[in-house]
């Protein structure tokens, strides 16, 4: 099984700044595939990135996703209020697992 | 609009069986496999295994192999998820996914989520 370990386990950033989440695999990800997803409290995870670093129809530019390998990065550019929630990232190259998640809480 | 309609919140013993339905609609439903992933109360997102919707092929996590059995009917755009022999550590929310890729295998990520089930395993 190809673990996932995401950091911090607790972002906490204030409206407007820079938001860096990392996700680590215990095994390369095949293919680049790695996906991020965001969940509010209450609500479904919602699909932002696949392939690493391609953006989902309708996903603001402020989020982009980056990395190879093992190691993947989800980029936050300037934080809106709607975007405190929390991100698991996911692996799909081999049976499927996700990140334990970061949450981006409101300083 | 392309959306996925889980059955309602269930409530089972210990040892007994449950089946959650995940009625699909707006999109072609055999061209796409359905996942199912679950998460425990405050905690992170489990993956439980893939159907395709194109020949009823499955991928079963090895955690609920022998346990989890997954099914879909094309008639009426609908999979299922039965979950055998419950714990208490069953208790979840029981999601399902659409694969993002047409014809895509269980190695995909999930663009289309249902509104979740909760499932509670208490005597």
């Known amino acids: 099984e190809n673990v996932l370990t995401q950091s911090p386990g607790t972002l906490s950033l204030s409206p407007g700044e820079r938001a860096t989440l990392s996700c680590r695999a215990s095994?390369?990800?095949?293919?680049?595939?790695l996906a991020w997803y965001q969940q509010k409290p209450g609500q479904a995870p919602r699909l932002l990135i696949y392939?690493?670093?391609s953006r989902v129809t309708g996903i603001p530019d402020r989020f982009s996703g980056s990395g190879s390998g093992s190691d993947f990065t989800l980029t936050i550019s300037r934080l809106e209020p709607e975007d405190f929630a929390v991100y698991y990232c996911q692996q799909y190259g081999s049976s499927p697992t996700f990140g334990q998640g970061t949450k981006v809480e409101i300083k | 609009q392309v959306q996925l309609v889980q059955s309602g919140a269930d409530v089972r013993e210990p040892g007994a069986s449950v089946k959650v339905s995940c009625k699909a609609s707006?999109?072609?439903?055999?061209?796409?496999?359905i996942t199912w992933v679950r998460q425990a109360p405050g905690q992170g997102l489990q993956w439980m295994g893939w159907i395709s919707g194109y020949n009823g092929n499955t991928n079963y996590a090895q955690k609920f192999q022998g346990r989890v059995i997954m099914t879909r009917d094309t008639s009426t755009k609908t999979a299922y998820m039965e979950l055998t022999n419950l714990r208490s550590d069953d208790t979840a929310v029981y999601y399902c996914?659409?694969?993002?890729?047409?014809?895509?295998?269980?190695?995909?990520?999930?663009?289309?989520w249902g509104q979740g089930t909760m499932v509670t395993v208490s005597s």
């Open positions: 707006g999109y072609s439903f055999n061209t796409y496999g």
């Open positions: 095994q390369s990800v095949v293919s680049r595939f």
């Open positions: 392939g690493a670093s």
């Open positions: 996914a659409r694969g993002r890729i047409q014809f895509g295998e269980s190695t995909d990520a999930f663009d289309i």
